[in-house]
C-alpha cells in the first residue's frame, strides 16, 4: 500500500513537473530567414490602352530576415504577426508582339505584415508542437524604381504599384530545445494582387500582377 502511494506521488509530481511547451499567456518571438518566393501571373500588358498580345509580367524571389510574434490566448490558440525587413523584387516584363523579348522592366520593395489565428492541436506537454492558420496578409509597395534599359527605350520613366489586402494561410511547426528555445519551421501562402502602372514620357503600361507567393522560413524561437 504505502509503494503505491509513494508511486502515486511521484506520477503527480511527474505530471506537475512536465515541462509545458505552449501554454495560455505565453509569448514567442522568432528570428530568422524568410524567403518570398512569388507565383506570380499577370494580364496583358496594356500600352496606352490596347493590349499587347502574349505579353506578361513576372515577380523575382527575394530572401530577408523574418520575424514573427506569437501570443498564446489559450493552450491551443494564438495570435501571431508575421514582421520582416523589407523586401525587394525585380519585376520583369515579357513584351510579347511588342517584340522586345524579355526585359528587366524594374523593381520593388514591399512589406507583407500578416496577421493569423493559429491552431496548436497538440497536447501542451508535447516538445513537438505543429500548427495552422489563417488570416490577413498587408503588402505595401514602395521604392519602386523602373529599369534603366527600359527608360532607355520608352523615355524616363515611373513605376507604382498598388497596396494589396488579401487572405493568408499558414502552417508550420515549433520543436523544443531547450525550456526557452524553438526551433521553426513555418511556410504561408499570401494573396497578394496588384495593379502596375509604368508611366514614361509618351507612353503609359498597366497590368494587374498576382504575386500569390509562397513564403518560406526557419528561424529560432524564445519564450517569454
Ligand atoms: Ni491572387
Redesign the pocket.
Known amino acids: 500500500m504505502r509503494a503505491i502511494l509513494i508511486l502515486a506521488m511521484f506520477a503527480m509530481l511527474g505530471t506537475t513537473l512536465q515541462v509545458q511547451a505552449h501554454e495560455a499567456g505565453d509569448f514567442i518571438i522568432r528570428g530568422g530567414i524568410a524567403n518570398v518566393s512569388p507565383d506570380a501571373s499577370s494580364s496583358a500588358l496594356i500600352l496606352d490602352g490596347s493590349a499587347i498580345g502574349r505579353s506578361e509580367a513576372d515577380v523575382d524571389d527575394n530572401t530577408q530576415i523574418g520575424l514573427t510574434f506569437t501570443y498564446m490566448l489559450t493552450n491551443n490558440w494564438a495570435i501571431d504577426v508575421l514582421g520582416s525587413t523589407p523586401f525587394t523584387h525585380d519585376i520583369s516584363a515579357a513584351t510579347g508582339d511588342l517584340g522586345l523579348g524579355t526585359v528587366d522592366a524594374g523593381e520593388t520593395t514591399h512589406l507583407p505584415p500578416t496577421v493569423s489565428l493559429l491552431f496548436f492541436p497538440a497536447a501542451s506537454s508535447s516538445r513537438f508542437q505543429p500548427y495552422f492558420g489563417a488570416g490577413l496578409n498587408y503588402t505595401l509597395f514602395f521604392d519602386e524604381d523602373v529599369d534603366s534599359q527600359l527608360e532607355g527605350v520608352l523615355g524616363r520613366g515611373s513605376l507604382e504599384l498598388d497596396p494589396s489586402l488579401?487572405l493568408a494561410l499558414q502552417a508550420g511547426f515549433d520543436y523544443k530545445l531547450t525550456d526557452n528555445m524553438y526551433f521553426n519551421a513555418g511556410i504561408w501562402w499570401a494573396?497578394?494582387?496588384t495593379d502596375a502602372e509604368f508611366e514614361f514620357a509618351s507612353n503609359r503600361i498597366t497590368t494587374d500582377v498576382?504575386?500569390?507567393p509562397f513564403v518560406y522560413m526557419v528561424s529560432l524561437g524564445w519564450k517569454f
Open positions: 488579401g494573396d497578394i494582387d498576382e504575386i500569390d
